[in-house]
T-cell receptor, first 116, second 115 residues
Framework: AQKITQTQPGMFVQEKEAVTLDCTYD???????LFWYKQPSSGEMIFLIY??????QNATEGRYSLNFQKARKSANLVISASQLGDSAMYFC?????????????FGIGTKLQVIP | ETGVTQSPTHLIKTRGQQVTLRCSSQ?????VSWYQQALGQGPQFIFQ???????GRGNFPPRFSGLQFPNYSSELNVNALELDDSALYLC??????????????FGPGTRLTVT
């Protein structure tokens, strides 16, 4: 079974500053993928970034980077140069690559608020 | 290319009724997953359809069922609605086995309220 833990219910960040959203995971699978999604108040889940468990380099997508520490089973999201439009819920998620289907397990989320 | 669409946007049903939610997958995607997101929670995996067959299911009772059609669109059916079924239902499509198949693209969701 997979488990995702996000311990920060809410975070504040000043506009243009960087912020780190924490995520730890638990799995017995050797091969898995880690994801971050953004969910604005409109409800749609927006894919941000992906990290494979065998990827040696941390993933980056524009202002988003994933700080992957496999031994610690952590996959923190770093948002650089925060913008007002970054205010949203952020979900960490994972899926194992064993089994034939893409069951994705989500954490409970962190609410990020960017302050002008 | 069109994104994932869901209908209806909002729905109010009475306990005991049945409901059908619809999802059109993104062009070129052959896999559809359904999730239930209760208020203040992360999405919970309901099931997944790949080429018209259910190929994975989460911890949801049999009254949650689905279909996938030849054009890869999908339906989620819930029978005997309960108050706890009130949630945002999200559909996600992906191109299993093709390119960045790990990427799931979500629709805007259907907000179901059961009274």
């Amino acid at each position: 079974a997979q488990k995702i833990t996000q311990t920060q219910p809410g975070m504040f960040v000043q506009e243009k500053e960087a912020v780190t959203l924490d995520c730890t995971y638990d799995t017995s699978d050797q091969s898995y993928g880690l994801f971050w999604y953004k969910q604005p108040s409109s409800g749609e889940m927006i894919f941000l970034i992906y990290q494979g468990s065998y990827d040696e380099q941390n993933a980056t997508e524009g202002r988003y980077s994933l700080n992957f520490q496999k031994a610690r089973k952590s996959a923190n999201l770093v948002i650089s140069a925060s913008q007002l439009g970054d205010s949203a819920m952020y979900f960490c998620a994972m899926r194992p690559y064993s089994g034939g289907y893409q069951k994705v397990t989500f954490g409970i989320g962190t609410k990020l608020q960017v302050i002008p | 290319e069109t994104g994932v669409t869901q209908s209806p946007t909002h729905l109010i049903k009475t306990r005991g009724q049945q409901v059908t939610l619809r999802c059109s997958s993104q062009s070129g995607h052959n896999t559809v997953s359904w999730y239930q997101q209760a208020l203040g929670q992360g999405p919970q995996f309901i099931f997944q359809y790949y080429r018209e067959e259910e190929n994975g299911r989460g911890n949801f009772p049999p009254r949650f069922s689905g279909l996938q059609f030849p054009n890869y669109s999908s339906e989620l059916n819930v029978n005997a609605l309960e108050l706890d079924d009130s949630a945002l239902y999200l559909c996600a499509s992906s191109a299993n086995g093709v390119g960045r198949s790990y990427e799931q693209y979500f629709g805007p969701g259907t907000r179901l309220t059961v009274t």
